[in-house]
Nanobody, 119 residues
Framework: QVQLSESGGGMVQAGGSLRLSCVVS????????VTWLRQAPGKERETVAA????????YYADSAKGRFAISRDNAKNTVDLQMNSLKPEDTAIYYC????????????WGQGTQVTVSS
């Protein structure tokens, strides 16, 4: 089993920055990738960014490119999402999720953290 816990959400004005952190615990040696996703009210959940646990390869959704940066610290078992130039449309609950190498599907989820960007 893998457990994830997010922190760092909050309220910020448009143009501001926030840094989200995801602590990964449990059987971390089984983790293939960690993904940050978000879900805004009335909208479908969408992937924001992802990072492979061992190699560190990254993926960004178009909405995140140039503004967000995902990073991991394997010593601390954390995956951070630095969000800059935030827009009101970035308002959502942000979740981190982990996929095991056996399935490469997000099977483990954190509880989510609220990000609110005011105009």
């Amino acid at each position: 089993q893998v457990q994830l816990s997010e922190s760092g959400g909050g309220m910020v004005q448009a143009g501001g920055s926030l840094r989200l952190s995801c602590v990964v615990s449990g059987h971390t040696d089984s983790v293939y990738a960690v993904t940050w996703l978000r879900q805004a009210p009335g909208k479908e959940r969408e992937t924001v960014a992802a990072i492979s646990w061992i190699v560190g390869s990254t993926y960004y959704a178009d909405s995140a490119k140039g503004r967000f940066a995902i990073s991991r610290d394997n010593a601390k078992n954390t995956v951070d999402l630095q969000m800059n130039s935030l827009k009101p449309e970035d308002t959502a609950i942000y979740y981190c999720a982990a996929s095991p190498e056996s399935t490469m599907v997000n099977e483990y989820w954190g509880q989510g953290t609220q990000v609110t960007v005011s105009s």
